[in-house]
């Protein structure tokens, strides 16, 4: 059994930064993609960042491109998820998401597609 739990959500001003980190335990962890997705009120749930079971190949939302940055440390069982420059639109339920196989795929972004949620960690940047 999986389990994904974050951390590291809060209150920041704009163009503040905050680091979201995310634990994974279980016996399958090195064979996992993981993905960030965010949910503000009223909208739907969208893909953030990707990075791949080997660190080796990332991917972002054209709407944080240049500003999130999503990293793994395999010795902890844990990925960062660095925001920097931090909008308001910014302002969501970030959750933390694994996805067997290892890879990004062309279709990362979709939830439909993850194995394995965490509870979720409220991000909210005031203008």
């Known amino acids: 059994q999986v389990q994904v739990v974050e951390s590291g959500g809060g209150l920041v001003q704009a163009g503040g930064s905050l680091r979201l980190s995310c634990t994974v335990s279980?016996?399958?962890?090195?064979?996992?993609?993981m993905v960030w997705f965010r949910q503000a009120p009223g909208k739907e749930r969208e893909g953030v960042s990707c990075?791949?079971?080997?660190?080796?190949?990332?991917y972002y939302a054209d709407s944080v491109k240049g500003r999130f940055t999503i990293s793994r440390e395999y010795a902890k069982n844990t990925q960062y998820l660095q925001m920097n420059s931090l909008k308001s639109e910014d302002t969501a339920m970030y959750y933390c998401?694994?996805?067997?196989?290892?890879?990004?795929?062309?279709?990362?972004?979709?939830?439909?597609?993850?194995?394995?949620w965490g509870q979720g960690t409220q991000v909210t940047v005031s203008s």
């Open positions: 998401a694994a996805i067997r196989g290892g890879g990004c795929s062309a279709s990362w972004a979709a939830a439909a597609l993850v194995n394995y």
């Open positions: 279980g016996s399958t962890v090195d064979a996992l993609a």
């Open positions: 990075i791949n079971w080997t660190g080796r190949y990332t």
